[in-house]
């Protein structure tokens, strides 16, 4: 069982930076791959981008490409989600989740946790 509470959302102005943050509880956690997902009013929760179990794979939705980087922190159960270069499309509800075992780790049936979800909106 993980539990994860993200944190770190929040206003921003178009252009401008957000950092989430993930923290997961048990000491399985760098056996997870863990990722980040987003859902806006109205629409489907989609895939932003996740990273494996020691970083040494990451894979990014095109639409942020270039824009959010996604890091973890193994010693301290943590991932995170640095979002530059904001877009009012960015805004969501963004959500950090962990999983293992799965072919691809792009999708949501990939990831058996997930947490709460934090509000990120970005205003023109």
């Known amino acids: 069982q993980v539990q994860l509470v993200e944190s770190g959302g929040g206003l921003a102005q178009a252009g401008g930076s957000l950092r989430l943050s993930c923290v997961a509880s048990g000491r399985e956690f760098p056996s997870y791959a863990m990722g980040w997902f987003r859902q806006a009013p109205g629409k489907e929760r989609e895939f932003v981008a996740s990273i494996g179990w020691s970083g040494g794979w990451i894979y990014y939705t095109d639409s942020v490409e270039g824009r959010f980087t996604i890091s973890r922190d193994n010693a301290e159960n943590m991932v995170s989600l640095q979002m530059n270069s904001l877009k009012p499309e960015d805004t969501a509800v963004y959500y950090c989740?962990?999983?293992?075992?799965?072919?691809?780790?792009?999708?949501?049936?990939?990831?058996?946790?997930w947490g709460q979800g934090t509000q990120v909106t970005v205003f023109s």
């Open positions: 989740a962990a999983g293992r075992g799965a072919h691809s780790f792009r999708q949501k049936s990939a990831f058996a946790y």
